[in-house]
């Protein structure tokens, strides 16, 4: 039963244009949805979150996009750059007084030059 | 300020051997877990803890016991490792945030390899 879902497993894009990583969820009850990156040899590195009563989430060239009647968010990166290439978790959280994160599978981001 | 660290951070078991892998965090982080991370799957978690002196299960507990004697040390233990429990093992921390974005901070990560 897996409750979160990012279907691609790899992506490539050159220097400069825009990234899009697709996630998918099927539980109704995650509150926040949070992205992570993770470089080889690395723990997960927390890049940036929205809340399920939002739409959309700005930080710096990352956006993060929720699509609740769709169950569906994307996490876009504009300018995509090389230091960009890494494997992009997504993450919803449940909130039932312990605060639990179930993770997707990862999508590998690939910026050529 | 090193933040969330792991020990070991690789380690060859033989089927039936036992280990501790050692998470330590400097941030005054209520809450700690145990993830693995296998190929093709996200992060699981194993065991997390609330708070010093207190365990919980997550998802896949079997095979694994976990203690919290001080808050910002959180064991791993294998009693007696098996080859399915080869993967990477990353910890992780976080303050207890109420309304607002949940953030861990996880460690380098262990690998461990079971023959």
């Known amino acids: 039963d897996q409750q979160v879902k990012q279907n691609s497993p790899s992506l490539s894009v050159q220097e400069g244009r825009i990234s899009i990583l697709n996630c998918d969820y099927t539980?109704?009850?995650?509150?926040?949805f949070l992205w992570y990156k993770k470089y080889p040899a690395e723990g997960p590195t927390f890049l940036i979150s929205?809340?399920?009563?939002?739409d959309k989430n700005e930080d710096g060239r990352f956006t993060v996009f929720l699509n609740k009647s769709a169950k569906h968010l994307s996490l876009h990166i504009v300018p995509s750059q090389p230091g960009d290439s890494a494997v992009y978790f997504c993450?919803?959280?449940?909130?039932?007084?312990?605060?639990?994160?179930?993770f997707g599978t990862g999508t590998r981001l690939l910026v050529s030059p | 300020n090193a933040g969330v660290t792991q020990t070991p951070k690789f380690r060859v078991l033989k089927t039936g051997q036992s280990m501790t892998l050692l998470c330590a965090q400097d941030?005054?982080?209520?809450?700690m877990y145990w993830y693995r991370q296998d190929p093709g799957m996200g992060l699981r978690l194993i065991h997390y803890?609330?708070?010093?002196?207190?365990?919980a299960k997550g998802e896949v507990p079997d095979g694994y016991n976990v203690s919290r004697l001080k808050k910002q040390n959180f064991l791993l233990g294998l009693e007696s490792a098996a080859p399915s429990q080869t993967s990477v093992y990353f910890c992780?921390?976080?303050?207890?945030?109420?309304?607002?974005?949940?953030?861990?901070?996880f460690g380098p990560g262990t690998r461990l390899t079971v023959t």
């Open positions: 929205i809340s399920s009563i939002k």
């Open positions: 993450a919803g959280r449940v909130n039932t007084g312990f605060q639990k994160l179930v």
């Open positions: 803890s609330v708070g010093e002196g207190t365990t």
């Open positions: 941030m005054n982080h209520e809450y």
């Open positions: 539980n109704s009850m995650f509150d926040y």
């Open positions: 992780a921390s976080s303050f207890t945030i109420q309304g607002g974005a949940y953030e861990q901070y």
